[in-house]
C-alpha cells in the first residue's frame, strides 16, 4: 500500500471524547510528533479531523442479492466487482474493512502491491455453515449439491472444522467467520434457532485461538449469542433479538457487538425492486425494528459495539446510511468510537482508530462538528479530505 508524508494544519482533532486544535503530521505513512521533512501540506482549517473510519462487517464479494450467483458465479467478476465496492467504500472514509464471509488471499496481495485504491484488508474466507444454515443458499425445494462458494462453505463435524479454520489461517485469514443462528438472506433456516453442536463451535475457537486469532459469528437471537459467547465466540454479528440479559453476558465474557443496521434498513427500503425473495423480506421485517435497539441494550451493559454495514449487491452504496441510524440509536460520539477504537480493539490493531503517534496516518476531515451537525458524519457532501497512510485519496 502506497503511502506519504504529510501535515494536516488547523483541524479540530477527535481525541477520543471531543475535538481540541492541533496538527496532525504523518511521516511514510504512520502518525510521527513533528513534520517530516518535505512533507505535503493539507489546509484543515475550519474542519474536523477524524481517525480514518473501520467497516468490521463488509462483503467485497457480495454482488448480487442472490446467494447462489454470490457463491457460485465467475470468480473474476466478482473479484473485479470487489475491487470497485473497496474504492467505494475508502472515498467514503472508510480506510480498513474487516471482510466477513468472502475475500481471499488473491484480492488482499492485489490490494497490498497497491493495484488499486482500496482500504486496509482484513478478510475471514467463506463462511462456515452447517448443513442447512445460513450459509446454505439451497431453497428447500431445490436438489442441487452445495459445498462451498465465494463466501461461504458447508463444513459439518468437529474434524472436518478443524481442517477448514487451519486452511483458512494456512491463507491468510485474520479470523474465522461461523454461522451460528439462521439468517435474513438464507431459505431454509428459522432465525433464531442456534446453528452447529457445542462441540462444533469449540473445534473452531479453540482452533482460531490456537493461531492467535478468534471467531465471528452471526447471530441474532438470545439463544444463538449464549450459544456462541459460552462457546468461545468473540465477535458477534448483527444480534438484533438479544435481550439486557444476554448484553450483560456479553459484556462479562469481553464479546463485541457489531450491529449492521445499513443492511435490514435497505432490504426493507429497496429490496423488493431490486429482486430481493419474499422470504428474506419476511425475515428482514421480524429484524429491521429491533437493531436499534439492540445497541443501547448492548451499550448499557458494556457490551464494546462496533460498527458494520453487510451490505449485498447494489444495495452497498447505503454504507454511509449505516452510520447515520447508528448514530440515532446511540448518539454521535458513540458511534465514532464504534466506528474507530472499538472497531481497532476488534480487530486488535493499536495502529488504527486513532490519530496518536505511532498510529496509521488515516483521517476523515469533515467540514462540520459532527457531535452538534449529525449529518456531518453521514453525509458524502461534508466529506472534505479522506487520507490514508499520509496519501490524500480525496479531497
Given amino acids: 500500500m502506497k503511502t506519504q508524508s504529510l501535515s494536516i494544519l488547523g483541524a479540530q482533532v477527535w481525541n477520543g471524547e471531543g475535538f481540541t486544535s492541533r496538527d496532525v503530521h504523518i511521516a511514510d505513512g504512520v502518525v510521527v510528533d513533528v513534520p517530516a521533512e518535505g512533507a505535503e501540506e493539507l489546509d484543515g482549517t475550519g474542519g474536523w479531523l477524524l481517525p480514518g473510519l473501520i467497516d468490521a462487517h463488509f462483503h467485497a464479494y457480495a454482488t448480487s442479492m442472490d446467494g447462489l450467483e454470490n457463491e457460485r458465479g465467475p470468480l473474476s467478476y466478482a473479484a473485479i466487482n470487489g475491487t470497485r465496492r473497496l474504492e467505494k467504500a475508502l472515498k467514503r472514509g472508510f480506510t480498513t474493512v474487516r471482510d466477513v464471509a468472502g475475500g481471499d488471499i488473491g484480492l488482499s496481495r492485489a490490494i497490498d502491491a497497491s493495484l488499486f485504491d482500496s482500504p486496509r484488508y482484513l478478510f475471514t474466507g467463506p463462511a462456515l455453515s452447517q448443513t442447512g444454515g445460513h450459509g446454505d443458499p439451497r431453497a428447500e ?26 486452511n483458512r489461517l494456512r491463507t491468510g485469514a485474520h479470523a474465522i467467520k461461523i454461522m451460528t443462528s439462521g439468517g435474513v438472506f438464507s431459505l431454509a433456516d428459522p432465525l433464531r434457532i442456534p446453528q452447529y453442536s457445542p462441540e462444533e463451535v469449540r473445534a473452531v475457537t479453540e482452533e482460531a485461538a490456537r493461531r ?21 465466540v468473540r465477535s458477534i454479528e ?24 445499513a443492511a435490514y434498513d435497505a432490504m426493507d427500503r429497496r429490496g423488493a425492486e431490486i429482486g430481493l425473495n419474499e422470504i428474506s423480506l419476511a425475515k428482514n421485517s421480524e429484524v429491521l425494528s429491533k437493531g436499534q435497539e439492540a445497541v443501547q441494550l448492548a451499550l448499557a451493559a458494556g457490551v464494546g459495539v462496533g460498527f458494520g454495514s453487510d451490505l449485498m449487491g447494489d444495495l452497498e452504496d447505503d454504507q454511509l446510511r449505516g452510520v447515520k441510524l447508528q448514530a440515532e440509536a446511540a448518539g454521535p460520539a458513540e458511534t465514532i468510537r464504534s466506528l474507530t477504537e472499538v472497531n481497532a480493539a476488534l480487530i486488535g490493531d493499536v495502529r488504527a482508530g486513532s490519530l496518536v503517534s505511532g498510529s496509521y496516518g488515516d483521517a476523515l476531515l469533515l467540514s462540520e462538528n459532527p457531535l452538534e451537525v449529525a449529518a456531518a458524519l453521514s453525509e458524502p457532501a461534508a466529506r472534505l479530505a479522506v487520507v490514508q497512510g499520509g496519501r490524500v485519496i480525496r479531497s
Fill in 141 to 166: 425445494h431445490v436438489d442441487i449439491c452445495f459445498s462451498h462458494g465465494h463466501m461461504c462453505e458447508v463444513v459439518d463435524g468437529v474434524d472436518a472444522l478443524r481442517v477448514a479454520v487451519r
Fill in 212 to 232: 492467535g486469532s478468534y471467531v465471528a459469528a452471526h447471530a441474532y437471537s438470545s439463544e444463538a449469542v449464549m450459544h456462541s459467547i459460552e462457546n468461545g
Fill in 238 to 261: 448483527h444480534g438484533n433479538l438479544i435481550d439486557s440479559a444476554t448484553a450483560e453476558a456479553m459484556a462479562a465474557k469481553g464479546a463485541f457487538l457489531v450491529p449492521t443496521l
